[in-house]
């Protein structure tokens, strides 16, 4: 089946509303049956749901679709139109990770989006504070293993900190730490709470390897709690060039960047 492409663009919200909508009542579609309903080709049916997951919506499995876990993406974190981007720094990010590597997660939708992207054959380990990543990996049927990292709750990032998270921290050690903090300058990284940013310190204390996975608008953003210098990063993976100071300040650390859509 061939459709025009235009028409596959007009119709692409439609599509995407009844995609959601029946998943709500059906929980699982093969891609040949949206395909067939809708009445255009697999490829587009494909794009629709790259889309969808990209913000958060669905999860593509073997042969179809699911709507996310308990839509909890969806909930913890409101789109802020960078949906697609951090889908990409995801992408890039979790080619990073070795088929069984023990990774730490950070909180946030970024880290959310890494924690989603990593393959389907996967057989390591993820530890993490996050709490929406905890639930994804609950529903997920992969042999990797979780470790959560619990405490007090801290509702504005759905992530557990305190004394009880970073004494499980200390206990652990990861391959990978993929960092992402609410703000970096040429000064280092910094948290939205000094809770927060003492969990992250631990975390960057258990790892080899400091990934630190970022869109363009934490580079503008300002918050209070510093995490650690820049120097303390094993790599940049973020979708935009950087601001000149910070790329400077990077390249002197000789701290590599990767930004997806350079």
Not at 94 to 113: C, E, N
Request: glycine share 8%.
């Amino acid at each position: 089946m061939t459709d025009d492409p235009d028409t596959r663009s007009e119709g692409a919200p439609e599509r995407r509303a009844w995609i959601t909508s029946t998943l709500r009542s059906a929980g699982f579609l093969a891609i040949a049956d949206i395909a067939r309903e809708l009445g255009v080709s697999v490829m587009t049916v494909r794009r629709d749901l790259h889309s969808l997951e990209a913000v958060g919506e669905v999860r593509l499995v073997h042969g179809g679709v699911t709507l996310t876990p308990s839509g909890m993406h969806g909930r913890a974190f409101l789109d802020d139109g960078n949906s697609a981007a951090r889908a990409r720094v995801a992408s890039r990010a979790a080619g990073l990770v070795g088929r069984s590597d023990t990774v730490a997660v950070d909180a946030g939708p970024t880290a959310y989006a890494v924690a989603m992207a990593l393959p389907g054959d996967f057989r390591g380990s993820v530890i993490t504070h996050s709490l929406p990543v905890l639930h994804l990996l609950d529903e997920r049927t992969p042999a990797a293993r979780t470790v959560a990292l619990g405490g007090e709750l801290l509702a504005d990032r759905h992530a557990f900190v305190g004394p009880t998270t970073e004494a499980a921290v200390d206990a652990l050690r990861a391959r990978t730490f993929f960092f992402s903090p609410a703000a970096v300058d040429v000064r280092g990284t910094y948290s939205r709470s000094p809770g927060e940013a003492s969990v992250q310190r631990r975390l960057i204390g258990i790892a080899d390897e400091v990934v630190l996975v970022v869109t363009h608008e934490v580079f503008a953003n300002s918050a209070p709690a510093c995490v650690a210098a820049l120097a303390g990063l094993t790599v940049v993976v973020t979708d935009r060039p950087l601001p000149r100071p910070v790329s400077a300040a990077l390249h002197r650390a000789h701290v590599p960047v990767h930004a997806v859509d350079a």
